[in-house]
T-cell receptor
Framework: DAKTTQPPSMDCAEGRAANLPCNHS???????VYWYRQIHSQGPQYIIH???NNETNEMASLIITEDRKSSTLILPHATLRDTAVYYC???????????????FGTGTQLKVEL | DTEVTQTPKHLVMGMTNKKSLKCEQH?????MYWYKQKAKKPPELMFV???????INESVPSRFSPECPNSSLLNLHLHALQPEDSALYLC??????????????FGEGSWLTVV
C-alpha cells in the first residue's frame, strides 16, 4: 500500500479556506486518493476522491499534483462543524480474493475556530 | 441515499457474555466491512465480505465471529471478549469489492464496552 503523510493538526478561522495537505510519494499509477473525515464519536464520512485530475463536489475540492505524489483537500469556507480528523487514503488496487483495504493513517485534526 | 445502519449504538457486556452487533444497508452494495477503532486511533480493518463470502480476515481473534446472512445484513458475534476489546466497531459497505474508485460508506458505529 502506498503510505500517506499528513500534518497531525491544523487550525483554520471560520469562513476561511482550509487547505489540508497529504504526501503520497509512493502512489502507483492506478491508485486513487480518497479523503474521509471523522467528526468526534461518529463514523468516517466520505468527502471526495480522485485519480489524476482535480475534483470538486459540494463538500470540497481535491487538487492532485501532476506527478501525483501529493494532494490538497480544500474546504472553501470552513465552519465550526468542519472540525474533525481528516484522513487521506490511497486505495490498493486489484487485491486477490476480492475486497478493498481502506487503510487509515493517523490523519490531520482540523480545528476551525471563530 | 448512502446509509449504513448499525445496532446497538452502545453495548456493555461481561467477559462471559455472548452478544452480537448488527449492520444493515439497502443500497444494493455487495461488499461489507467491519472495522475496529480504539480511542484516539484510526480505524483498523477486521473483515471484508464480498458477495456474502468472507474475503479478508485481518488475523482477527476467533472471539470475533462475522456472519453475512444476506447481501443487506452483516453481523459480528462476540464471545469471551476481553476489556481491551472495548472500542468503536464500524460497519461499512461499498457497491462491489476489488475495484478501485469504489467508494466505501460507513455507519455511525457501535460503542462496545467489555467489563
Amino acid at each position: 500500500d502506498a503510505k500517506t503523510t499528513q500534518p497531525p493538526s491544523m487550525d483554520c478561522a471560520e469562513g476561511r479556506a482550509a487547505n489540508l495537505p497529504c504526501n503520497h510519494s509512493t502512489i502507483s499509477g492506478n491508485e486513487y486518493v480518497y479523503w474521509y473525515r471523522q467528526i468526534h464519536s461518529q463514523g468516517p464520512q466520505y468527502i471526495i476522491h480522485g485519480l489524476k485530475n482535480n475534483e470538486t463536489n459540494e463538500m470540497a475540492s481535491l487538487i492532485i499534483t501532476e506527478d501525483r505524489k501529493s494532494s490538497t483537500l480544500i474546504l472553501p469556507h470552513a465552519t465550526l462543524r468542519d472540525t474533525a480528523v481528516y484522513y487521506c487514503i490511497v486505495r490498493v488496487a486489484g487485491l486477490t480474493g476480492g475486497g478493498n483495504k481502506l487503510t487509515f493513517g493517523t490523519g490531520t485534526q482540523l480545528k476551525v475556530e471563530l | 441515499d448512502t446509509e449504513v445502519t448499525q445496532t446497538p449504538k452502545h453495548l456493555v457486556m461481561g467477559m462471559t457474555n455472548k452478544k452480537s452487533l448488527k449492520c444493515e444497508q439497502h443500497m444494493g452494495h455487495r461488499a461489507m466491512y467491519w472495522y475496529k477503532q480504539k480511542a484516539k486511533k484510526p480505524p483498523e480493518l477486521m473483515f471484508v465480505y464480498s458477495y456474502e463470502k468472507l474475503s479478508i480476515n485481518e488475523s482477527v481473534p476467533s472471539r470475533f465471529s462475522p456472519e453475512c446472512p444476506n447481501s443487506s445484513l452483516l453481523n459480528l458475534h462476540l464471545h469471551a471478549l476481553q476489556p481491551e476489546d472495548s472500542a468503536l466497531y464500524l460497519c461499512a459497505s461499498s457497491p462491489r469489492a476489488g475495484t478501485t474508485g469504489n467508494t466505501i460508506y460507513f455507519g455511525e458505529g457501535s460503542w462496545l464496552t467489555v467489563v
